[in-house]
C-alpha cells in the first residue's frame, strides 16, 4: 500500500514502548513516508519503524509497487519512438514492433497493449510529473508478456502509442485492495 496523509499520525508512547527504528516526532517528518509503499499490512494503530516501508527513492521501490505476479521490464527507446519523450511514469501505453519481412517489405504489429509505464531511465513513479527524455521505459508485464517483449526487441524496432487515461483496458490491480 502507499502510504497517505490520511494513513499516519502520530501518537505518544511511553519510552519503554519505542523499538529501535521507530518514526519519532522532532526526528522525522511525516512528510517524508507520504508515498512509501509498506512492506507488510499494518492493524489501526500500530507503531511503524522505518524498515517497515520503503521510500520512493530507495532501491528496492519498483519491486515494492509492482503488483503481486507481474515483472518489470525495460524497453530500449528514443523520443522519435515514444511519443518524443512525453511517457511519463503511469501512464499506459501500446507497444508496437517494426521490423522487415523476408521481400524487404515493412510491417509493424502491436506485441503488448495498454502496458502500464513503472519509470523512464532514472524517474519513477513517485518522482516530479515533468518531461524526461528518455532511453529506456520500465514497464510492468505479467511473465508472459515479458517473454513477448524479449522476443520483439530481438526482432526488430520497438515504439510506443500513448493510450488515453480514460480509455485503459485493464484496471490497475494495485488500487483494489
Given at each position: 500500500t502507499l502510504l497517505r496523509p490520511d494513513d499516519l499520525r502520530w501518537r505518544e508512547v511511553h519510552a519503554g514502548q519505542v523499538r529501535p527504528g521507530s518514526l519519532l516526532r522532532g526526528q522525522v517528518s511525516q512528510a517524508e513516508f507520504i508515498g512509501?509503499?509498506?512492506?507488510?499490512?499494518?492493524a489501526a494503530d500500530e507503531p511503524i519503524v522505518a524498515s517497515d516501508l520503503v521510500k520512493p527513492n530507495e532501491r528496492?521501490?519498483?519491486s515494492a509497487v509492482l503488483t503481486p505476479g507481474t515483472r518489470a521490464v525495460s524497453i530500449a527507446v528514443d523520443a522519435p519512438q515514444s511519443v518524443a519523450g512525453l511517457v511519463l511514469p503511469g501512464d499506459r501505453v501500446d507497444v508496437l514492433l517494426t521490423r522487415r519481412l523476408n521481400n524487404d517489405d515493412m510491417i509493424t504489429t502491436t506485441v503488448?497493449?495498454?502496458?502500464?509505464?513503472r519509470g523512464t531511465d532514472q524517474l519513477s513513479d513517485e518522482d516530479q510529473d515533468k518531461?524526461?527524455?528518455?532511453?529506456?521505459?520500465?514497464?510492468?508485464?505479467?511473465?508472459?508478456?515479458?517473454?513477448?517483449?524479449?522476443?520483439?526487441?530481438?526482432?526488430?524496432?520497438?515504439?510506443l502509442t500513448l493510450r488515453?487515461?480514460?480509455?485503459?483496458?485493464?484496471?490497475d490491480l494495485r488500487s483494489l485492495s
Amino acid at each position: 500500500t502507499l502510504l497517505r496523509p490520511d494513513d499516519l499520525r502520530w501518537r505518544e508512547v511511553h519510552a519503554g514502548q519505542v523499538r529501535p527504528g521507530s518514526l519519532l516526532r522532532g526526528q522525522v517528518s511525516q512528510a517524508e513516508f507520504i508515498g512509501a509503499v509498506t512492506r507488510r499490512p499494518f492493524a489501526a494503530d500500530e507503531p511503524i519503524v522505518a524498515s517497515d516501508l520503503v521510500k520512493p527513492n530507495e532501491r528496492q521501490f519498483l519491486s515494492a509497487v509492482l503488483t503481486p505476479g507481474t515483472r518489470a521490464v525495460s524497453i530500449a527507446v528514443d523520443a522519435p519512438q515514444s511519443v518524443a519523450g512525453l511517457v511519463l511514469p503511469g501512464d499506459r501505453v501500446d507497444v508496437l514492433l517494426t521490423r522487415r519481412l523476408n521481400n524487404d517489405d515493412m510491417i509493424t504489429t502491436t506485441v503488448l497493449q495498454d502496458i502500464v509505464v513503472r519509470g523512464t531511465d532514472q524517474l519513477s513513479d513517485e518522482d516530479q510529473d515533468k518531461p524526461n527524455v528518455a532511453r529506456t521505459i520500465t514497464a510492468e508485464v505479467t511473465p508472459e508478456e515479458a517473454q513477448r517483449l524479449a522476443l520483439a526487441q530481438q526482432a526488430g524496432t520497438l515504439s510506443l502509442t500513448l493510450r488515453n487515461l480514460a480509455t485503459t483496458d485493464r484496471p490497475d490491480l494495485r488500487s483494489l485492495s
